[in-house]
C-alpha cells in the first residue's frame, strides 16, 4: 500500500488546488458541465430546497449550483477561499434583490453562525476542505 501523504503535504496540495482553479475563472466556468436535474429535485424533495430556505454552499466557485438555488428562492451564503473565484461568482450572480453573500474564506475559516442554515451543499468542492 502506498505511503499515505503527511499533513503537511495534504495542506499544501490542497492550498495549490485552492488557487490554481481561481487562475482563470471563465475558462473554468466554460469547462464546467452542468449537474443533471434530477440532483436538483433531490434536494427540493428531500432536502427542503424551496423558497426562503437559508443554503450554505461550500465552494461554489463560479456559481454553476449557485444560480440554481438562487433561482430555487433560496437564500445563499457561498464560501469561496480562491479571491478570483469570489469575485467572478459576485459578478456573475449580481441582480438586485439576490439574497447571495459570498465569504471569502477557506470553509474551515468562515465566520458562519450556528443554527444559521436549513441546509448546506458542496457540490464537487468537499474533497477542498481539511475534513
Not at 76 to 88: Q, S
Request: proline content about 10%.
Amino acid at each position: 500500500m502506498p505511503d499515505e501523504p503527511d499533513d503537511a503535504a495534504t495542506a499544501l496540495v490542497r492550498e495549490d488546488g485552492r488557487r490554481l482553479f481561481g487562475l482563470d475563472p471563465a475558462v473554468y466556468a466554460a469547462g464546467r458541465p452542468q449537474y443533471p436535474p434530477a440532483l436538483y429535485g433531490v434536494l427540493e424533495e428531500r432536502c427542503g430546497l424551496a423558497q426562503g430556505t437559508r443554503v450554505l454552499e461550500i465552494g461554489p466557485g463560479t456559481g454553476l449550483v449557485t444560480r440554481r438555488l438562487l433561482d430555487a428562492g433560496a437564500s445563499v451564503v457561498a464560501v469561496e477561499p480562491n479571491p478570483n473565484l469570489a469575485a467572478y461568482l459576485r459578478e456573475a450572480c449580481a441582480e438586485p434583490g439576490r439574497p447571495l453573500r459570498v465569504e471569502e474564506a477557506p470553509f474551515e475559516l468562515a465566520p458562519l453562525g450556528d443554527g444559521a442554515f436549513d441546509l448546506a451543499v458542496a457540490a464537487t468542492s468537499f474533497h477542498w476542505v481539511d475534513q
